[in-house]
């Protein structure tokens, strides 16, 4: 797009470089491969360890792990940027290691999981997974049958994990796990399960509507001998809160990056409504298409506002639950009209695979399910303005 926009003040120089040296990763060493690495189904992995080489990995974890030590407007720099790549499936996978794998990690860890685990994510050496979905539990997170039971210094664990994003690469995979049944949400647990483990394996690899270049799997766990140093936070029971906590930032994460393509995909089209004509002038002169495009962008705006005001709000220290929520939501419902609408612009062009229109349309609509749906953001929002839900 071309406006400029005033900086917002979660931002600094720093953020201003980090963009552009993102921005150079993205346009030199993903774009010119994203075609390729769509039409065969999987990315290269080398993604995961050239962007842990350039210190993306780790933008908001201490350096002491080897992260940059940044904040959260850094990793929204990052996957805002990064969601420009031309698919989204990039965005999703590193967003997982970065945002949705490790922040438990991170935060509830011990130094020795933090070692064996956290450095190597940050690094990009070992691709990390979030495994909560089942076949039979997927929002209420409390449902799920993954069972863990305790034997001396191992945990016997067995489940099935379903849509596991980066799952089929993984090397570990952060595992919620019922370890007190009858229990609901206190019996959860969270495990760092290595996926050489004997007893972890992929039984199926999922095809997809869109992010077609991400990995996604049903994963098996059968009677895995999981140490007991590896369940986060020493003592089971307390997953169900950590998880809670660290997926306020997958959220913002997410949020990002439906930032990210809209402003891509709305400048493509602004820049295809411009040039394509139809009756003696640029599509961009009859009115209802600019009148399309300039409410998208309005949205955009509205979407952004929101994300970077949530955003400093939580850098103040509050932990905004009902904001998160709605940035979540509207930022991803705002990406899907959006994506529509520069559809229509683009007429039976955007119908073929080979416009990024058509790819961002597919991607798209997995913001509205992903990391919660807009049914769930709608109860937690309803429940904190005191609906009866
Ligand atoms: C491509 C892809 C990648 C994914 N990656 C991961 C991953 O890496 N790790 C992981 O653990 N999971 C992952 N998921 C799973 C994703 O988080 C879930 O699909 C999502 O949370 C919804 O769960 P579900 O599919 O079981 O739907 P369900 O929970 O069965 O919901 C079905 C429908 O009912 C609605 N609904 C449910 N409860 C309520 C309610 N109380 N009130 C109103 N409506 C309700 C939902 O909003 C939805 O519309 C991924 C999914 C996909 C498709």
Request: with cysteine; net charge negative; aromatic share 8%.
């Amino acid at each position: 797009m071309n406006m400029e926009l005033p900086r917002h003040p979660i931002f600094t120089t720093e953020h201003d470089e980090l963009r552009e040296s993102v921005r150079r990763f993205v346009d030199k060493e993903l774009r010119p491969h994203v075609d390729e690495w769509e039409a065969a189904g999987f990315f290269s992995d080398a993604v995961f360890r050239r962007a842990g080489e350039l210190g993306f990995l780790g933008l908001h974890y201490p350096e002491e792990w080897g992260g940059a030590g940044g904040d959260l407007a850094a990793e929204i720099v990052f996957m805002e940027e990064i969601a420009k790549a031309g698919c989204g499936a990039i965005a999703m996978a590193l967003g997982v290691q970065t945002d949705m794998a490790t922040p438990a990690l991170a935060e509830f860890g011990s130094d020795d999981q933090k070692e064996r685990y956290l450095r190597p994510a940050i690094s990009g050496t070992k691709i990390a997974a979030i495994a909560i979905t089942e076949p039979d539990a997927g929002s209420d997170v409390a449902a799920i049958t993954t069972r863990g039971v305790r034997d001396g210094d191992v945990w016997r664990v067995s489940g099935r994990k379903m849509f596991i994003t980066n799952g089929v690469r993984a090397d570990f995979l952060t595992c919620v796990v019922q370890t007190d049944p009858g229990s609901g949400h206190r019996g959860i647990s969270l495990f760092l399960i290595d996926t050489a483990f004997p007893g972890v394996s992929v039984s199926r690899k999922l095809e997809k509507l869109g992010m077609r270049s991400s990995d996604t799997a049903e994963i098996a766990l059968d009677d895995v001998a999981v140490p007991h140093a590896n369940l986060i936070g020493g003592e089971p029971g307390q997953g169900f809160a950590q998880l809670m906590w660290q997926l306020q930032y997958e959220r913002m994460s997410g949020a990002a990056a439906s930032i990210g393509t809209a402003e891509r995909v709305l400048a493509d089209t602004i820049a295809y409504a411009n040039e394509r004509r139809t009756f003696g002038r640029p599509i961009s002169g009859h009115q209802v298409i600019a009148h399309k495009l300039a409410d998208a962008a309005t949205e955009l705006e509205a979407a952004r506002a929101l994300v970077y005001d949530t955003a400093w709000r939580i850098k103040q220290g509050e932990y905004p639950v009902t904001e998160i929520s709605m940035a979540k939501k509207f930022s991803a419902q705002m990406l899907n009209r959006l994506v529509d609408a520069c559809m229509q612009v683009h007429g039976g062009a955007g119908y073929l695979d080979e416009t990024n229109v058509s790819r961002a349309f597919r991607d798209a609509r997995l913001q509205r399910i992903g990391a919660g749906t807009d049914e769930i953001m709608n109860e937690v929002i309803a429940k904190r303005l005191g609906l009866g839900t």
